[in-house]
């Protein structure tokens, strides 16, 4: 009972998911008043310091005052992926080894069996995807003959994870083992023929293919991703992520963006251009795609900035400058002086400060180094993550000669001159080939009544997909249907949807905290509405505000990317909808007494 309340990460558990965890789908008649006991000796065991409530459908546990390892483990976990993925290789390890040491043994020691089946594969799924990242930073920092050993032991344990393999065929042959790096790749090869029936994927057949061209590996652990070149050494610098494999679902975006570029390049357009829609649509895949497709337009390279942290703050704008600098090959203390890196910003813990004149005098030489650096260049810029108009003009007024392709949640109208790209949900067919492209359009086609269901839980949104089909390919024994019969329960299927560090919930936590404390409140209330379309008088019954208020905290909804316009009714009032996925999120979240009667534009 306490790993279930601890699961939940301060979310209700309903009686029937209790009901499940302990009994699986035959508990017995006095379940109820079982439930009630365990409680009770919960209260009692964990003192004042814990509250368990009652919060119908179910149980709250709350515990402001605690650690939970798993909690901290995904905290440093975001964190150390998120340096990763910045080249911050001695940061990210230091975070990820921290993060892994918070695993003492296997997870959910002596719970039940119903409770290890349901959440044990997506907790073991997501320390050795911690522990990938971790490898890939040591590899990173030269660390492959001390990785030697712990990689063939893990290898060993875990014979068909390729890219385990691939970061052991990159240590050892960087350790000058070629052969056994080849042999290792023959091993992998057939075990995965044998058991699976696959060929290598790309991680292990691209780390193949680059050891006998005798490059080393393609990049720590077998990653794809290009190592920025200084453009002073006649190398065009690229940092752009991987492209997805298998792109599909987009034609008519990837099409229009990909004119706009063009356009962009050619000078014959505004070199701003804006990928709008909430969290999940994919509007961080379609730029990286594009991107990548749109290598020929900028032949001085292209360069791929967060402006979010993993826990969705918007980065200082003057740190992402530093980095896009980097990437272009700036050595910035020759530029700025050996104590830049203590005056680049606010004043941090351990951090010297630096006065404001020094602190503001940094950072007009930074944006007139960036200027300089891509004046007159066929440069793009994607900038990822945008939250805030008033966080990107810095940014903007130190790249005037690039394309700046700009992701964001909302539309940006202080980006003058933008052209905007407002990403929707997929429509059914191209949900079916995203699906398709991960659990193998066969495998679908066989049970349609089951892969209907679940194309209608993921309400068009890809990063569902993308969990869902991952799932199925994780479980390639499963059928359809059962994993449709999971995602059923409207209580249960956000946490359905997480797997492998991908969380549809986590996801739209960014666009929950950005809202001011009464648009929360909104929000939760408003969820009982349901995901059908309704108007602004309905909504003002159930908040217990005029119609003219209610509808001005409706749009702030809408500005949040929390809620959708979708038309007019018959007497011309616009017409609102939840997402069904953000209906259910919102649904999950504490319903304060009442809202504040004062507008957002008040508040």
């Not at 449709?484 to 409207?490: E, G, T, V, Y």
Request: hydrophobic share 45%.
């Amino acid at each position: 009972m306490l790993a279930a309340l601890l699961l939940a990460r301060g979310r209700v558990v309903s009686d029937s998911r209790l009901n499940f965890l302990l009994w699986g789908w035959k508990p017995p008649a006095t379940s109820g008043a079982q439930i009630y006991t365990y409680m009770s000796r919960l209260r009692k065991l964990l003192g004042d310091e814990v509250r368990i409530e009652r919060r119908p459908p179910g149980y709250l546990f709350q515990a402001p005052h605690s650690a939970v390892d798993l909690l901290e483990f995904e905290r440093l976990d975001r964190l150390g992926r998120a340096a990763l993925a910045r080249e911050h290789h001695q940061e990210a390890g230091r975070l990820l080894a921290e993060a892994l040491g918070h695993w003492r043994g296997g997870a959910l020691a002596n719970v039940t069996e119903h409770l290890a089946d349901a959440e044990l594969p997506q907790l073991e799924e997501a320390r050795m995807h911690a522990l990938e990242s971790r490898i890939e930073a040591d590899l990173a920092l030269g660390r492959h003959e001390q990785l030697t050993a712990e990689l063939t032991g893990m290898v060993a344990q875990y014979p068909l994870r390729e890219k385990l393999r691939a970061q052991l065929m990159t240590a050892l042959y960087r350790s000058g083992r070629q052969s056994d790096a080849l042999q290792s790749y023959y091993e992998g090869r057939s075990l995965l023929a044998e058991q699976l029936g696959i060929d290598p994927g790309e991680a292990l057949g691209s780390t193949y293919a680059a050891i006998l061209e005798g490059t080393r590996g393609p990049g720590p652990g077998g990653a794809t991703r290009p190592v920025p070149q200084p453009a002073a050494a006649g190398r065009t610098p690229s940092t752009l992520p991987p492209d997805v494999d298998g792109f599909v679902g987009r034609d008519g975006d990837v099409r229009a963006l990909r004119t706009q570029l063009a356009e962009s390049a050619a000078g014959r357009a505004p070199g701003r251009l804006l990928v709008t829609g909430m969290a999940g649509v994919g509007k961080t895949a379609l730029a990286v795609h594009v991107a990548h497709l749109a290598a020929d337009d900028f032949g001085d390279g292209r360069l791929f900035a967060e402006l979010s942290e993993a826990d969705g703050r918007p980065r200082r704008p003057r740190d992402v400058l530093a980095d896009l600098l980097r990437d272009l090959g700036e050595h910035l203390g020759e530029h700025l002086g050996e104590h830049l890196g203590e005056r680049l910003g606010e004043t941090g813990a351990g951090r010297p400060a630096a006065g404001p004149g020094a602190d503001r005098a940094t950072y007009e030489d930074l944006v007139r180094l960036c200027r300089a650096r891509t004046r007159g260049r066929r440069l793009l810029v994607v900038l990822d993550g945008a939250a805030k108009g008033r966080l990107l003009d810095p940014l903007l007024a130190a790249l005037p000669d690039a394309v700046v392709l700009i992701t964001g949640r909302t539309r940006l109208t202080q980006v003058t001159g933008a052209r905007t790209l407002a990403l929707a949900p997929l429509a059914d067919a191209a949900a079916l080939d995203l699906l398709a492209a991960a659990a193998g359009r066969a495998r679908l086609l066989a049970e349609p009544d089951a892969t209907d269901d679940l194309i209608g839980y993921c309400g068009g949104l890809p990063l569902a997909l993308r969990i869902v089909g991952s799932r199925l390919t994780a479980r390639p024994f499963w059928p359809v249907a059962r994993l449709a019969q999971r995602l059923a329960a409207p209580e249960l299927r956000l946490r359905e949807l997480s797997f492998d560090g991908m969380d549809v919930a986590t996801a739209l936590q960014p666009s929950l905290h950005a809202l001011p404390a009464a648009a929360r409140t909104v929000l939760a209330r408003l969820a009982g509405i349901g995901a059908e379309p309704f108007h602004a008088h309905r909504a003002s019954g159930r908040l217990g505000l005029d119609e003219a208020a209610a509808e001005q905290w409706l749009e702030e909804l809408v500005d949040g990317a929390l809620l959708d316009l979708c038309g007019v009714d018959l007497r011309g009032r616009p017409l609102y909808r939840f997402h069904g996925l953000v209906q259910l999120f919102a649904a999950a979240q504490p319903v304060p007494p009442r809202v504040s009667s004062s507008s957002p534009a008040a508040g």
